[in-house]
Every structure is written in C-alpha cells, then in structure tokens.
C-alpha cells in the first residue's frame, strides 16, 4: 500500500505530538495502568513505521481493558496511516462512546478530516475541543488553520490573537497571523508579527519566506533577496522563481537566470507555466501604472481589474494579483476567468490546496475550459496527488487534442509513477506539435534511459544540447546515456562539464562518482557519491548510496 507524502507527513506530526506531550494521554491511562507498557511499545513501533505490530500490540491492549479511549485513539491513527478510514473513524467514535468529553480523540478526528480535505468537519470537531478545553491556545492554533483552508483569514486570525493570549511565545502562531494578514494585503501588522516569530525562532524557514513575501510586495527587494539567500539550498521550485522575481525586478537578469533555472531543475512543469524570456520589466511596470490609474477613474471595471492581476502575476506581485482576481469575484460571481487566476496565484504562493478550490469553481462556471483542468491538474501533482492530477490532464487532452502543455504535463505525471513508456508517447505529441520544445526533447531522453533505450535517449540528449548548448542538465544527461552504452570517457567528461558549470547538480556528482568507481578511483568515487548524498538529501538513490560500502570494504 503507497501511502501519500502528505498523510505520511501528517501522520508523522501525529507521532511527534505524542511523544513530545503535546497530545496528552487520556485520563483512563495512567502510569501504573496494565495496558501502558503495551501503548507505549505500540508507539514505538509506530515511529519505526511498523504498524502492524502496532496494531497487534493494541489490539491485546483493547482485549486486556475495552473502557481504555485512549486505546481506541491511537488505534485510529495507525488505521488512518493504512488508509483504512472506516476503522479508523469507528475507533473515534468508539472512543468518544466511552468518554464523551475526550479532547484529543476530537483533534485526532478533525486532522484526519482535514488530511481528508473536509475542512468544515475539521472545523466542527475544533469547535467541539474548544469548548471543552477553551484554554487550550494549539487548538485555536489549529483551527485557525482550517478557518484559513476555507479563505477565511478574518476568522483565522481571530482565532491565532487568542492563541498568542493564551501563549505568547508559540511561532506558530505568530508566524501564520503573520501570512493570514499578508494574504489581506495588510503588509505593515504582518510584518510585525513575522519578526516576533523571527524573534522566538531566530532563522526560522516559514517566517523567513513569509518575510520576504511582504517585502517583495512592498518592493523591498533588498530584504526579500536577502532572507530568500538565507533559505538557500532549498528543494521547492517556487522559492528560487520568487528570488529569481526579485532580482529581475532589481535589473539583475545574469542572477535572474540562474535561479530560474533552478526553479525549473527542481519542478520541470514550471516551464509551462511562465515564459520568463519574454518577460519586460518596465513595459509591464508602466502597464500597471496604467491600469492603476484606470481603476482611478473605473475602480468597479472588471476587465482592467483582470488586466492588472494578470500583469501582477508576470511581474511576480501574486499577492497583488490575488487581491485583483478576488476583487473580479466579487463584482461579478460567475467568472471563471477570475478563478482561474486565483488558482495560479494560490499555485505561486504555494497553497495548492486553494489553488484547487479555485480551479474547481472556474470548471464548475465553465466546464469545457482544458486549461482550468490542466492547471488544476499541476496543483493536484504539486500536492502528490498523481492520480488526481492524470485525471485532470486526461480530461484537459479530451477537451483539446492540440494541447501541447496538457500532454507536456501529463508525460511528467507518468514519469513521477515511472511509467516511462507512457511518458515517452506524450513526449511524443508534444514533439509533434512543437519540435522546438527544449525541455520535452531533454525528458524524452530521461524516459528513454527509463526503458533503456540508451541511443535514443543519446539522440534525445544531443538534441536539447543543440537547443540549449552547455546545459548541465543536458551534459549530465547525456552522461548517464554515455555511461550505459559503455562509453566511460565521454561520460566522465559530460559529468565533469556539468559539475563544472552547476556545482550544486546531485545527478552529476552520482554519474561522475560511478564512472570513477568503474575506473577503480575509489577515493575520488567516494568523494562524489559522498556530495551527491548531500545534495539529494532525502532524494538520494539508496543503490547509488550502497556503492560507498562497497568502495570502504
């Protein structure tokens, strides 16, 4: 059973909650009950990621005291990890059957509501922990959240100005207050509220994105760049396009450039979302001049409105953009231009789950609109969900054959399920409709390294190399097509030359380190698998990890 990204992570916080204290055990559980050795062995296993011999060990535990709520809880969790929702909403209710006024079996219940995306019975069950435990400042912590989820931000932030009178040391709160009042454009408060979580947590990652969010906004590119930098080496796409944002903005294009290709090292989609050589700066500058002072003179006129927000959008103001869109809905409910652009604003700041919402009132107001389902498509990959998003690329391609960027997409979608041979028949069609799409020739030659066709994917790679001479993607590439036809040489020296132009590039290191262990250079294989290891993190081919053993024995 594959279980997602985000249930794993949420699982996970579930976990971490409890062995730090954070959920506390149920009365009927003390340190001298019989069945407490055996939760807590549950836990354990657990944490290792066993939960089958968590849920045996809770089951004798049930067997030993069936009254225990808490037994019930954390048995629903464990089922809920497995995806077996039912049980593990019985268990809920059969620990709040035992004690109705049972706290955390209420806020285990809302954040599998919510993990589940029903927000308005996360809510309830919020509501339900609240009133029993109206001290508690986490719970209106996490309600505020799924006031936010909803797009209620004046709500959330009711609810995070009384966590911080609860606990005025909590992050947390502080941080997201901080988001929630940059999301209604009230740039000065959220300010204030980031820097005094900047305060309690010194460097911390969201309060840092959040910061340079606003001051991006408030073009203050200078404070943007420089807490962006401090995020760096960072795995999500959209934080280089932001900084990349900012230092065109500020003329810097030499560094623009690069962080753009980062953004698209990291999230190859982006290339159909925004074409960033075409962007001018200071003709899109005096286009929002203007429309601003249209909407002077017209502050209720819809197409200027949609003008400016999409304008916003190019410039990188997605918070502005977002404002514009949202202003559209209101004068005017039932267009779905306007929810689509919200959907790509929500997809830049990283809230793909709106994105989605927004997505889906635009096809609900116009269902014959391929681009709605394509984007909404990107929004749902972004999140993990794969088979959500062929879905939408499925339908997005029934709606318009000829969309070169819905099979573009669709054939990155089956790669990420490593269904290559799929991959490479979009590839395919996109090349048919447009043989100058770069990225399509370099991924084409990616899939046929999947299926281990190793000259075309040489053909592939040549190909993209002619289109976009020296790039390191392109030269390492080429390198793994060189190595699999045996020709070490040439491989070694494309992963030199990548390394050389993109020293922060795990896939060259790896190619290099291994042509260097074939060649019997042991220590420099080491040296190369061992910063291949560090660039990928959590990503790193534990294969490719093994060979250090094999070069230490």
């Known amino acids: 059973m594959t279980i997602s990204f985000f249930r794993k992570l949420s699982i996970g916080m579930m976990l971490l909650l409890m062995v730090t204290g954070s959920l506390t055990l149920a009365q009927d559980v003390t340190p001298t009950s019989p069945i407490q050795p055996l939760l807590d062995q549950a836990l354990q296993f657990a944490i290792q ?3 089958e011999s968590a849920l045996d060990v809770l089951n004798q535990a049930i067997s030993i005291d069936p009254q225990s709520a808490q037994a019930y809880n954390t048995r629903s969790w464990i089922y809920f990890a497995q995806e077996e929702y039912e049980k593990a909403f019985a268990d809920l209710e059969q620990a709040l059957e035992i004690d109705p006024e049972f706290v955390e079996a209420y806020t285990i219940r809302a954040r599998f509501y919510e993990d589940l995306g029903d927000y308005e019975q996360a809510l309830a069950d919020y509501d339900r922990a609240i009133e029993l435990e109206p001290q508690n400042d986490f719970s209106y912590y996490q309600r505020a959240r799924m006031y936010a989820a909803l797009a209620q931000y004046d709500a959330a932030i009711a609810d995070l100005d009384r966590s911080i009178n609860l606990n005025s040391d909590f992050y947390g709160s ?10 209604l454009g009230d740039y000065e408060n959220a300010l204030t509220d980031v820097n005094r979580a900047l305060e309690i947590v010194p460097d911390g990652p969201s309060a840092l994105d959040t910061r340079a969010s606003i001051a991006f906004e408030t073009g203050d590119f200078e404070t943007a760049l420089e807490d962006l930098s401090a995020l760096m080496p960072a795995d999500r796409a959209f934080t280089y396009l932001k900084r990349a944002n900012a230092y065109r903005l500020m003329g810097d294009m030499e560094h623009a450039a690069a962080d753009y290709y980062e953004a698209l090292k990291r999230e190859t989609d982006l290339v159909t979302l925004m074409d960033t050589a075409d962007i001018d700066t200071e003709a899109l500058g005096r286009d929002i001049t203007a429309y601003t002072s249209r909407l002077s003179a017209a502050p209720d006129d819809v197409e200027t409105f949609m003008q400016r927000g999409h304008a916003y959008i190019e410039q990188g103001f997605y918070q502005r953009a977002l404002l514009d869109f949202e202003r559209v809905t209101e004068l005017e409910p039932e267009n779905a231009e306007a929810y689509k652009g919200m959907g790509l604003a929500h997809q830049y700041l990283f809230d793909y789950q709106l994105a989605v919402r927004d997505y889906t009132r635009a096809i609900a107001l116009q269902p014959d609109d ?4 394509s984007n909404r498509g990107l929004a749902y990959k972004l999140q993990t969900e794969v088979e959500a998003a062929l879905d939408d690329y499925n339908k997005a391609i029934e709606l318009q054959p000829d969309f070169t960027d819905a099979y573009f997409r669709r054939a990155n979608n089956y790669n990420t399920q490593r269904d290559f041979a799929s991959a490479n028949d979009d590839y395919n069609r996109v090349l048919e409709l447009d043989a100058e799409f770069e990225m399509a020739w370099y991924l084409r030659g990616r899939s046929w390294l999947g299926l281990e066709n190793f000259e075309n994917a040489l053909d592939d790679f040549n190909r993209f190399l002619e289109l976009v001479p020296d790039s390191p993607l392109g030269l390492s590439g080429r390198g793994f097509a060189y190595f699999s036809l045996q020709d070490l040489d040439r491989a070694f020296a494309d992963f030199d030359r990548a390394i050389e132009l993109d020293n922060g590039l795990a896939d060259a290191y790896a190619g290099r380190g291994i042509v260097q262990y074939f060649w019997g250079n042991r220590k ?9 290891a560090r660039l990928a993190g959590d990503l790193a081919d534990p294969s490719i990890l093994n060979m250090i053993g094999r070069i230490d024995a």
């Open 174 to 183: 502080y941080n997201n207050r901080a988001w929630y009042k940059y999301l």
């Open 370 to 373: 391929a681009e709605a389902y």
């Open 524 to 532: 420099a294989a080491e040296v190369d698998i061992l910063e291949y």
């Open 49 to 51: 990621g066993d939960f």
